[in-house]
């Protein structure tokens, strides 16, 4: 049986989830068989990958692979970074924990789009007209 060398966990985030693999060493970080700069372009979305291994300070040491599934990007790219912060609690746990769990990464962000409500006019907050005569 060969060796895992990895450390696997899942994140999500609205309709989105993301299966993560954390390697040890260098090697490209990989989205859905894209690198992660060409599915999730712009410097902004690139620091929020990035934030796990800034945090941890260990972008030299490890690199990722994911496979995501449902929601727009930004779900997709919290679903990445909450499976990546998870991925490395498992690699060392005292290391890392405390430092993801200060700035936010461990927890999943349960906020999901409110359904619509009967009787409102098909959308979730709105509130039929009312008749003026």
Do not use: C, H
């Not at 690139?46 to 930004?74: D, H, I, L």
């Not at 789009?113 to 009967?118: K, N, P, S």
């Amino acid at each position: 049986m060969a060796k895992i060398n990895y450390s696997y966990a899942g994140g999500k985030r609205k309709e989105s989830s993301a299966r993560v693999r954390v390697f040890k060493g260098k090697g490209e970080n990989i989205v859905n068989g894209i690198s992660a700069e060409k599915y999730f372009p712009g410097a902004v979305m690139e620091s929020v990958w990035k934030k796990p291994f800034r945090v941890t300070e260990t972008s030299e040491k490890y690199y990722f692979s994911a496979k995501v599934v449902g929601g727009g990007k930004q779900g997709q790219l919290g679903a990445v970074v909450n499976g990546i912060a998870k991925a490395l609690v498992k690699i060392s746990e005292e290391k890392y924990k405390k430092e993801l769990r200060k700035f936010g990464l461990l927890t999943r962000d349960s906020r999901i789009r409110q359904r619509r409500m009967v009787g409102m006019g098909g959308k979730s907050r709105r509130a039929k007209q009312s008749p003026k005569r």
